[in-house]
């Protein structure tokens, strides 16, 4: 048997890469605990969710979630993640900070598989609530999205409202001049009148410096 030390190392490191753990709370295979695999994206720094007690993750570590995203009628803002556990999710939430919606006459969420060209697919979203969504300031939006996720896996979080005053979401931050490096963290497609069923990835501006920020729950 090899020992780990006589193993090749690994050049490239991603995040659906495995390693192997002893959990010591599983005595199945002996006293001392269980061998397991578990996904690099499992670990903390090599993705942007954070797993939530319940059994969701928030997209973005809550902690990070500290800046304010402005959204544009008719534009949809996009926020990427890497799943750390896998799942079925049938609500995604949102919230708003300072200013509330008013006048509009669409509103959505929906979450996105994204394809190793980049190109996104609907996977689920809420459906038009431009009656109820987004209406206070301050405030949680909980929305019926039901969609399956597998840790290691990209996925993007889509917001969208049209009308005449969108709302200002909470939302994660970065500079937008390191946005151009992949993968993409925040995007948005503009002239959107509904959530898309697919979105090609040459349609999607890049150069944005906040996105929605969201947490997916059972």
């Known amino acids: 048997m090899t020992k780990i030390s006589g193993y090749t190392a690994i050049t490239t490191v991603t995040a659906d890469d495995e390693i192997v753990v002893?959990?010591?709370h599983d005595t199945t295979m002996a006293a001392s605990g269980t061998t397991k695999k578990m996904l690099l994206s499992q670990l903390s720094g090599l993705s942007n969710a954070e797993p939530?007690?319940?059994?969701?993750?928030?997209?973005?570590?809550?902690?990070?979630?500290?800046?304010?995203?402005?959204?544009?009628?008719?534009?949809?803002a996009l926020s990427y993640w890497t799943a750390v556990t896998s799942g079925a999710a049938t609500?995604?939430?949102?919230?708003t900070i300072g200013t509330a919606a008013s006048g509009l006459t669409y509103a959505a969420v929906g979450v996105y598989s994204v394809a190793g060209n980049g190109n996104l697919t609907l996977l689920g979203s809420s459906g038009d609530l431009h009656a109820s969504m987004?209406?206070?300031?301050?405030?949680?939006?909980?929305?019926?999205?039901?969609?399956?996720?597998v840790a290691g896996v990209r996925y993007a979080f889509g917001a969208l409202a049209v009308g005449s005053t969108p709302p200002y979401l909470a939302a994660a931050g970065a500079n937008f001049a390191f946005n151009d490096q992949a993968p993409i963290v925040f995007g948005n497609v503009p002239a959107q009148?509904?959530?898309?069923?697919?979105?090609?990835?040459?349609?999607?501006?890049?150069?944005?410096?906040?996105?929605?920020?969201?947490?997916?729950t059972p």
């Open 193 to 216: 009148a509904t959530l898309p069923n697919s979105i090609a990835n040459g349609s999607i501006g890049i150069y944005s410096a906040s996105g929605p920020a969201a947490y997916v």
């Open 22 to 24: 002893v959990d010591v």
């Open 52 to 76: 939530l007690a319940g059994g969701g993750e928030a997209i973005f570590r809550r902690l990070d979630t500290n800046v304010t995203l402005g959204m544009a009628s008719g534009t949809l």
């Open 91 to 95: 609500t995604a939430t949102t919230a």
């Open 134 to 149: 987004w209406i206070g300031t301050y405030a949680s939006y909980p929305a019926a999205v039901a969609f399956t996720r």
